[in-house]
């Protein structure tokens, strides 16, 4: 069974930073791209980030390009989010998302719950 | 960068009734890679169609998808209680960032 846990969320001040993580197992972790899809409280989803299978290809939305950094440990099975320069729109829950497919383009079957970002002072 | 819109931006419905959502493209979707999902109040969202028409594994046979090009519909034959919710389209083309639509609200008439 295919399972997603975040982890690293809370509340930071404005200008702050914070990592997230992604725990992957089920699934052999380095055969798929990953990625990062928010949502603000009462907002829709914004996708935000992904990374490829082997970690060589990285992809940001314009809103965190040059804040936010993706990563991967296939090692630690794990995904990670670097933010910095957070801003009060930041806020959200941010979801870990697996391809569906071994590439980056496709469609999302497995998401994990979620981890809470507040940016407030 | 394709950006997507859908509509209408609520629907009020009654249980057992036919859903018809619509979700539009800025430009052309190449080989119908637009997805749908449904997310449930303090839930992740979840897969229904794929492929602008492939059902998902699990997903009821209620739910269908249509299209191609800049304009998709999601259908739901029958709603069920757990119907009422809110929509997202995805499209996927291309490499990312993937837009999202702004959703569509499914409540109860």
């Known amino acids: 069974e295919v399972q997603l846990v975040e982890s690293g969320g809370g509340l930071v001040q404005p200008g702050g930073s914070l990592r997230l993580s992604c725990s992957a197992s089920?699934?052999?972790?380095?055969?798929?791209?990953m990625h990062w899809v928010r949502q603000a409280p009462g907002k829709g989803l914004e996708y935000v980030s992904a990374i490829s299978s082997n970690g060589g290809g990285t992809y940001y939305a314009d809103s965190v390009k040059g804040r936010f950094t993706i990563s991967r440990d296939n090692s630690k099975n794990t995904l990670y989010l670097q933010m910095s320069s957070l801003r009060a729109e930041d806020t959200a829950v941010y979801y870990c998302?697996?391809?569906?497919?071994?590439?980056?383009?496709?469609?999302?079957?497995?998401w994990g719950q979620g981890t809470l970002v507040t940016v407030s002072s | 960068e394709i950006v997507l819109t859908q509509s209408p931006g609520t629907l009020s419905l009654s249980p057992g009734e036919r859903a018809t959502l619509s979700c539009r493209a800025s430009?052309?979707?190449?080989?119908?890679?637009l997805a749908w999902y449904r997310q449930k109040p303090g839930q992740a969202p979840r897969l229904l169609i794929y492929g602008a028409s492939s059902r998902a594994a699990g997903i009821p046979d209620r739910f269908s998808g249509s299209g191609s090009g800049t304009d998709f519909t999601l259908t739901i034959s029958r709603l069920e209680p757990e119907d009422f919710a809110v929509y997202y389209c995805q499209q996927y083309d291309t490499s990312p960032p993937f837009a999202f639509g702004p959703g569509t609200k499914v409540d109860v008439k």
């Open positions: 089920g699934f052999t972790f380095s055969d798929y791209a």
């Open positions: 430009q052309s979707v190449s080989s119908s890679y």
């Open positions: 998302v697996k391809s569906s497919l071994t590439t980056v383009t496709t469609f999302f079957r497995y």
